[in-house]
């Protein structure tokens, strides 16, 4: 409060500039300041970044990979591997579309409220916050994260220590 009190002080004291120039001045300030609010609101309610290894895989794994993975595709689709999430199901449609959750046949069957259709087959449903991260990570363009055992190794620099 003191500070703004000072500054005011000092305003106060400097000679008065040319108004119509000052209050042009004034207004594109304002403009300025009210753009960099609205810009950082926005960035920091940006919804969060689905992380495929913690939150998806999980999912994936307990609810839909005894059907679709490994050995088992039932209906052409397949869980274990990214190119064949994205690969043509037996009813040529995409089960998972980078980008557009809602053109994507795996929410459209894991919302479905026929049983005979919804996914998982003859299973509870998915609860929605499951859902919700499954549609946030297909709109966020589905990224698959690798197995640790592909990922190839990276030096990392050992920090300078007096006690070794």
């Not at 003191?2 to 000052?22: D, E, G, H, M, V």
């Not at 004034?26 to 009210?34: D, E, L, N, V």
Request: glycine share 6%; aromatic share 8%; proline share 6%.
């Amino acid at each position: 409060m003191r500070a703004q009190l000072a500054s005011f002080r000092i305003f106060c004291l400097l000679p008065k500039p040319n108004l119509p120039y000052f209050n042009t001045m004034i207004a594109c300030c304002r403009k300025i300041c009210i753009c960099c609010l609205l810009v950082l609101t926005l960035l920091g309610c940006s919804e969060e970044k689905i992380d495929y290894s913690t939150q998806v895989k999980p999912i994936i794994n307990k609810r839909c990979i005894s059907c679709h993975g490994g050995v088992k595709q039932n209906g052409g689709f397949s869980l274990l591997f990214r190119q064949d999430a994205l690969d043509t199901t037996k009813s040529g449609k995409h089960a998972i579309i980078p980008g557009d959750a809602a053109g994507s046949e795996m929410i459209r069957r894991l919302t479905l409220k026929d049983p005979e259709e919804r996914m998982p087959y003859k299973e509870e449903p998915l609860s929605q916050d499951e859902i919700r991260i499954l549609t946030q990570w297909i709109e966020q363009g589905a990224e698959w994260g690798d197995h640790w055992a592909y990922v190839s190794p990276q030096s990392v620099d050992v920090p300078e220590s007096d006690y070794i």
